[in-house]
T-cell receptor, first 115, second 112 residues
């Protein structure tokens, strides 16, 4: 199993550009998450999904959009990049059953710089 | 007040030392508690879950005090490879979403 994979690893965007961060997992996990981590700070939840076709906002959703058309993929879209979106983005997944959810597995992250 | 608070450190200790980290959480209804480890420029990985009765995994011991709303991690006989950031993590009250709340992390540097 590859686990959770993310592409790209690094990206530099100009202000106002758009991009999609890709995330995929091959563990048949039903729950998936997007976090951002600013230097010296904890992870903040951007969006999450409890299954294909179901997404919901986390703590810091402004400026981002997500979709979950399959169990495996959970892309994160930045429409109009701003310097405040410079961060490291982590995708994670977990399995949940009957109200109990288990360990979150993280991808290697995407380092995004907006200038 | 932050939902999960940790002393960011850094904690600089010699090899072989015992070091303890504490963490406090604000929501008394929180259900589950974890310690994650994050190496420099890497993704977080689960170190251990924290159970009400306390639990041990080799050199690592985790404790939970629900009355005082704090969680601790004790590392005995520190190794150079223990150098990392340790994240205190609490599962939100709405457990059916699996959402986790992360502290900002405590940095440990073990020196020879």
């Amino acid at each position: 199993n590859a686990g959770v994979t993310q592409t790209p690893k690094f990206r530099i965007l100009k202000i106002g550009q758009s991009m999609t961060l890709q995330c995929a997992q091959d563990m048949n996990h039903n729950y998936m998450y997007w976090y951002r981590q600013d230097p010296g700070m904890g992870l903040k939840l951007i969006y999450y999904s409890v299954g294909a076709g179901i997404t919901d906002k986390g703590e810091v959703p402004n400026g981002y959009n997500v979709s979950r058309s399959t169990t495996e993929d959970f892309p994160l879209r930045l429409e109009l990049a701003a310097p405040s979106q410079t961060s490291v983005y982590f995708c994670a997944s977990s399995y949940s059953s009957t109200g109990v959810s288990y360990e979150q597995y993280f991808g290697p992250g995407t380092r995004l710089t907006v200038t | 007040r932050k939902e999960v608070e940790q002393d960011p450190g850094p904690f600089n200790v010699p090899e072989g030392a015992t070091v303890a980290f504490n963490c406090t959480y604000s929501n008394s209804a929180s259900q589950s508690f974890f310690w994650y480890r994050q190496d420099c420029r890497k993704e977080p990985k689960l170190l251990m879950s924290v159970y009400s009765s306390g639990n041990e995994d080799g050199r690592f011991t985790a404790q939970l005090n629900r009355a005082s709303q704090y969680i601790s991690l004790l590392i005995r006989d520190s190794k150079l490879s223990d150098s990392a950031t340790y994240l205190c993590v609490v599962r939100g009250v709405s457990s059916n979403t699996g959402k986790l709340i992360f502290g900002q992390g405590t940095t440990l540097q073990v020196k020879p």
